[in-house]
C-alpha cells in the first residue's frame, strides 16, 4: 500500500513486535529520523528511534494496548510538531500538545473539551499591521489578535520566510479558524497557527549578555539566590520537601508576562489542584485570572510514558513562540526526574546499553539540549525576549548523588536545593542556604548598584546578601557548638549571633504561601525585612560593648520584628522600617 504525503510516495509498513511503548515496524520506507507515523487501526502517534536493516523501531506515545503484529504504519511526512497559534493561553494541553479537558477533575486526552470549547476550532479576528505590497522579513508582526486581552498577541513572518506582501486577510475574512490563511509573502501562504518541530529549537537574531532579575516574590529566592531572566534554574529536592507549592508560587508571582507549566508525570490530584486554583487566583498584572496568560502542559503519572517525554520539548517550544513575540516567558517543569525515567524505560526496552542507574548514555546531552534552550536572545524581528528554565528534580529517597541531580547542576545558573530537616520543621520555604547557590548573584548585585535608567535602585543589595549569607554560616557553625558545650557557655557575641540567625531565619527567610501579606514579597518590602534583621544585629553588638548582658536581649520580646512579615502589607516597606526605628530605639534605653 502506498501513500503520498509531502509530495513523497511512502509505503505503508506492518507491525513485527510490540514491547509497551515500543513498536518495530518493517517495510516503511520514506521516513527519516524523529518522524511521526501512524500505527495501527487508531493511528496511533509515534516517533521514529531508530532504523536498521529495513526496521524501523518507534516510540509510541499512546497506550499500545490492542496493536498486534500484522497492523498497518503509516509515515506522517513531518517530524513531532506543535502547532502554535492564538489558542494557547489559558488552556490545558497533554504531552503532544492537544487539548484536554478544561474540568480540573478530569484530565482526559480528548479533541472535545468538557465544557464544549475545543481551542482549535475558536475562530479569531485578524488585524493586519502591514500592508500588501510591503517587504516582510523572519520575525516581524504580520498582524495581532485582539482577542487575547491578556497581552498582544503577535502574528509573525514565520523563519526563513521573506518578500513582498501579496494578499491580507482583514476586511475580506471576519472571524478566521486557526488554520485558515492570513497572508501571502510571494507566494508562500502564512497561517495563523505555525507549527513547529518541538525538538529543534526556534531560531534568533542573537544572544544579549545583560542581566535582569526574575523577580520571585519569594524573599529567600529574591534576597539570597536570584535567578535571571533568561537562565535556568533546578529544584532538587525529596518527596515533602514542598517542590510543587514552590513551582506554583513561581508561577503565581514572578513577573514574567507568559508561563508554561509543564507537569511531568506528576499525581493526578496535584495537577487538578494547580488547575482549580489557577483558574480562581487573580492575576495581580492584568487584574484578570493567572491561567489566562499561563499555557499549562499536563501529562500525569497515568498518562501515556512516551508522551511525558515529548511534554517538555513540547513546552519550551510554547515558550519559544511567546518569546519570539518579544515576552519573557517562565517554563515551569515539574519534574524532570520523571522525564528521565521515561527514557530509561524506553532506553532498556530498546536494549540501549545503560549507564549508571540504569538511565542512558545520553541522559547527559538530553538534559544539556532541554536547559541550553533557556536564554535572553534577541529575536529575528529584532525584539528582546527571554525563556526562563525552572525545572524540579525528585531524587529517589533524596539522594542528592544520584544521576540525574548532578547531571542537571551541571547545567543551571541557579539551585534552589530544598532540605528536608527544613521542611519537616515546618519552615516553607525549605530551601536550604548551605546548599543553594546562584552563580549569577555577582551580575546582579551589579544591576542593583545602577542607575535607575538601567533598573537598579538598591546599591547595598551585594552587602546585605554577603551579610545574611555569612551570618548564617556563622549561626549553623555556632548552634552546632552550642549542642555540645551549652549555650550558657558561649561568649555574648556568639549568643548574638544564634539570635540573629533565628531572626533572620523565621523573619525575613521563612515566608507563608497561605498568607494573604505574605505569600508575594515585593523587592522593596525584602530588603527592608532584612535590613531591619541586619540593623538588629549591629544594635545588639553595640549593646553588649555598652555592658548589656546577652541574656536581656536573648530574651527580650523579638515578636515585633518575627510578625513584620505578616503584619505588613506585601509591598509596605515603609511599615517595615517603623518596626526598625522603633526597635532600634527599644535597644537604645537597654542598660
Not at 343 to 364: I, K, Q, V
Not at 446 to 461: L, Y
Request: aromatic share 6%; hydrophobic share 45%; glycine share 10%.
Amino acid at each position: 500500500m502506498d501513500s503520498v504525503t509531502g509530495g513523497k510516495a511512502r509505503r505503508a509498513g506492518h507491525v513485527v513486535r510490540v514491547n509497551g511503548p515500543l513498536v518495530e515496524a518493517e517495510g516503511l520506507e520514506g521516513v527519516a529520523m524523529l518522524d511521526v507515523v501512524m500505527v495501527g487501526p487508531h493511528a496511533l502517534p509515534a516517533e521514529v528511534v531508530a532504523m536498521d536493516d529495513g526496521t524501523t523501531t518507534m516510540q509510541a506515545y499512546e497506550y499500545t494496548g490492542g496493536v498486534k503484529v500484522g497492523d498497518a504504519v503509516e509515515a506522517d511526512g513531518r517530524p513531532l510538531s506543535a502547532p502554535l497559534g492564538p489558542g494557547l493561553l489559558g488552556q490545558v494541553f497533554d504531552g503532544l500538545l492537544r487539548p484536554l479537558s478544561t474540568a480540573p477533575t478530569w484530565l482526559t486526552a480528548d479533541r472535545a473539551n468538557a465544557d464544549g470549547a475545543d481551542p482549535s476550532q475558536a475562530r479569531w479576528t485578524f488585524v493586519p499591521k502591514l500592508a500588501v505590497g510591503d517587504h516582510a522579513e523572519p520575525g516581524e508582526v504580520l498582524g495581532i489578535v485582539p482577542e487575547i486581552k491578556t497581552l498582544e498577541y503577535r502574528v509573525l513572518v514565520p523563519p526563513r520566510v521573506s518578500g513582498a506582501v501579496t494578499w491580507l486577510a482583514g476586511e475580506v475574512a471576519e472571524k478566521l479558524h486557526s488554520d485558515d490563511v492570513v497572508a501571502r509573502i510571494e507566494q508562500t501562504p502564512i497561517h495563523l497557527t505555525e507549527r513547529w518541530a518541538v525538538r529543534r529549537a526556534r531560531p534568533y537574531r542573537s544572544r544579549v549578555d545583560h542581566v535582569i532579575p526574575l523577580h520571585t516574590g519569594q524573599r529567600i529566592l529574591d534576597l539570597i539566590f536570584p535567578l535571571t531572566q533568561g537562565g535556568a534554574a533546578a529544584v532538587p529536592g525529596g518527596f515533602g520537601t514542598g517542590k510543587t507549592l514552590l513551582l506554583q508560587q513561581l508561577a503565581k508571582w514572578c513577573d514574567a508576562e507568559v508561563i508554561v507549566y509543564i507537569g511531568c508525570g506528576e499525581r493526578g490530584n496535584e495537577m487538578a489542584d494547580v488547575l482549580a486554583e489557577f483558574a480562581e487566583l487573580a492575576d495581580p498584572r492584568t487584574g484578570g485570572m493567572l491561567l489566562d496568560r499561563t499555557v499549562i502542559i499536563a501529562n500525569t503519572s497515568n498518562m501515556p510514558m512516551m508522551a511525558r517525554e515529548s511534554s517538555v520539548y513540547s513546552g519550551i517550544t510554547v515558550a519559544e513562540h511567546f518569546r519570539d513575540m518579544g515576552y519573557s516567558v517562565v517554563v515551569i517543569a515539574d519534574s524532570t526526574s520523571r522525564w528521565a525515567e521515561a527514557l530509561r524505560e524506553f532506553a532498556s526496552r530498546n536494549g540501549a546499553l545503560p549507564a549508571e542507574e540504569g538511565y542512558p548514555a545520553e541522559l547527559g546531552s538530553a538534559l544539556a539540549a532541554f536547559y541550553e534552550r533557556a536564554g535572553s536572545v534577541r529575536t529575528l524581528g529584532g525584539r528582546s525576549g527571554t525563556v526562563t528554565v525552572v525545572g524540579a528534580v525528585s531524587p529517589p529517597g533524596g539522594d542528592m548523588t544520584e544521576p540525574v541531580t548532578t547531571a542537571t547542576v551541571r547545567f543551571v545558573r541557579t539551585l534552589w536545593s530544598l532540605d528536608h530537616d527544613l521542611a519537616y520543621a515546618r519552615h516553607y520555604p525549605a530551601v536550604s542556604w548551605s546548599d543553594s547557590f546562584s552563580r549569577d548573584a555577582v551580575a546582579i548585585g551589579t544591576w542593583h548598584a545602577s542607575d535607575a535608567k538601567s533598573g537598579g535602585s538598591d546599591p547595598g543589595w551585594g552587602d546585605r546578601r554577603a551579610r545574611a549569607i555569612a551570618l548564617l554560616a556563622d549561626a549553623d557553625r555556632i548552634a552546632d557548638l552550642a549542642e555540645v558545650v551549652g549555650t550558657a557557655a558561649l561568649p555574648g557575641p556568639e549568643r548574638i549571633v544564634m539570635l540573629v540567625g533565628h531572626l533572620l531565619r523565621d523573619g525575613v527567610l521563612a515566608q507563608s504561601a497561605l498568607s494573604p501579606n505574605d505569600a508575594y514579597c515585593s523587592v522593596a518590602k525584602g530588603a527592608a525585612l532584612l535590613d531591619l534583621v541586619l540593623t538588629v544585629s549591629d544594635a545588639c553588638q553595640a549593646a553588649l560593648s555598652r555592658g548589656v548582658d546577652a541574656v536581656v536581649l536573648e530574651q527580650r520580646d523579638w515578636s515585633g520584628v518575627l510578625r513584620a512579615r505578616e503584619e505588613t502589607g506585601p509591598a509596605d516597606s515603609d511599615a517595615v522600617r517603623v518596626i526598625k526605628e522603633q526597635t532600634l530605639s527599644d535597644l537604645a534605653a537597654l542598660t
